[in-house]
């Protein structure tokens, strides 16, 4: 019995153009000019109110809170996951911290308390998430979905359906700090995004987790324990609302079952305009927060033009749809390039 080798041709070499707008830098490019093209909208049509520093600041400041739950949505996708929860995370943690009796041992000791209540609350809960989609085999969709619904009801529970105002001076005077004239809940954010930046891009835990999302059996084979850092991965998330929770209560000086009402569609919308795949496999934290500032520019520019919340909601479905349209086409080229590239061995008699 003899084999015949079929390779199949080699596909033409792209243009330079055409392979740097396929690259991480090019999808940059594109996140850029859609930013400037909203800017110069703004302009156009409200150049006193949009085109000055004030305003950018407190573009800033709108983005800065999805922006946080945005980092840590963009590691969970990236491995192929999804996490619905991180609104009623956020809103569990901060009716947690903002409970009096830790009110009154922040008062005692320091506020950091508070922001360490926060912190663990949101760990916990991503620690649940990660645990039952991991080691329970739980879908990521219904398990964060259940999160969703449970911890919303606990921060009710909790709150006794009330708003909990925050009383300690100290934490609301350091979450109400300008540093160099810019509000601390941006810098926050800046922070949060370098080292959301570093983690993904310079270390292991970064290349396991994209690993895991191109392929999750390949990723174990290669010795990368999966589950457990697929938990760890939502713990992450879970991190990045508790967070989120302390930015909310400094600029709101109050916790409540409310807070980070649909921020998980949000933050998945600007994930995914930033250019990571929901199939997992592919993401980046700089194109995450193009996507924060994408939207949040946009909400600023229906906010200075007086347009109404529906045809903004109408707009951003538009891009949402638009850019997982070319999500699809880039997992389509993906695949038959692939193909392109194989060799068939084909047995003959």
């Known amino acids: 019995m003899s084999e015949q080798t079929q390779t199949l041709t080699a596909e033409p070499k792209p243009s330079p153009l055409k392979a740097l707008f396929s690259g991480a830098a090019g999808r940059n490019i594109g996140l850029v000019l859609a930013l ?9 049509t409200a ?3 949009f085109f000055n520093f004030g305003n950018a600041l407190v573009i800033l400041r709108q983005a800065s809170i999805i922006g946080v739950i945005s980092i840590g949505m963009t590691f969970v996708i990236i491995s192929g996951g999804i996490d619905l929860s991180v609104g009623a995370v956020l809103a569990l943690a901060s009716v947690v911290a903002s409970l009096a009796a830790i009110q009154d041992i922040a008062k005692s000791s320091h506020w950091i308390v508070t922001v360490i209540i926060a912190l ?13 989609i991991a080691y329970g085999k739980v879908a990521a969709f ?4 259940a999160m969703l619904v449970g911890a919303r009801g606990l921060a009710e529970v909790l709150a006794n359906n009330r708003t909990l105002v925050v009383s300690d001076r100290d934490f609301l005077k350091a979450m109400n700090v300008d540093l160099l004239g810019i509000d601390i809940l941006v810098w926050i954010f800046a922070v949060v995004a370098v080292g959301g930046w570093l983690l993904l891009n310079r270390t292991t835990f970064g290349r396991r987790t994209v690993a895991i999302g ?6 174990r084979l290669a010795g990368i324990k999966v589950k457990q850092h697929i938990m760890w991965l939502y713990a992450l998330s879970g991190l990045t609302a508790g967070i989120a929770a302390v ?7 109050a916790g409540t079952s409310t807070h980070g009402n649909l921020y998980e569609l949000d933050a998945i919308a600007a994930v995914v305009v930033g250019g990571t795949l929901l199939i997992g496999g592919r993401g980046t934290i700089t194109g ?6 994408i939207f949040a520019t946009l909400s600023n520019v229906f906010v200075q033009n007086n347009m109404s919340s529906s045809l903004q909601a109408i707009t951003k479905g538009v891009i949402i749809v638009i850019a997982v349209l070319l999500q ?6 993906r695949v038959k390039k692939v193909r392109k590239r194989s060799v068939v061995d084909v047995p003959t008699a």
């Open 47 to 49: 150049f006193d109110n």
């Open 247 to 253: 930015m909310i209560l400094g600029r709101t000086n």
């Open 120 to 132: 663990l609350v949101g760990v916990g809960a991503g620690l649940i998430n990660g645990v039952v």
């Open 328 to 333: 699809q086409q880039f997992a389509v080229g």
């Open 142 to 145: 219904m398990a964060t979905l």
């Open 288 to 293: 995450t927060v193009f996507g924060v500032l």
């Open 36 to 44: 400037l093209a909203i800017v110069v909208v703004g302009m156009l």
């Open 214 to 219: 191109g392929n999750r059996e390949a990723a």
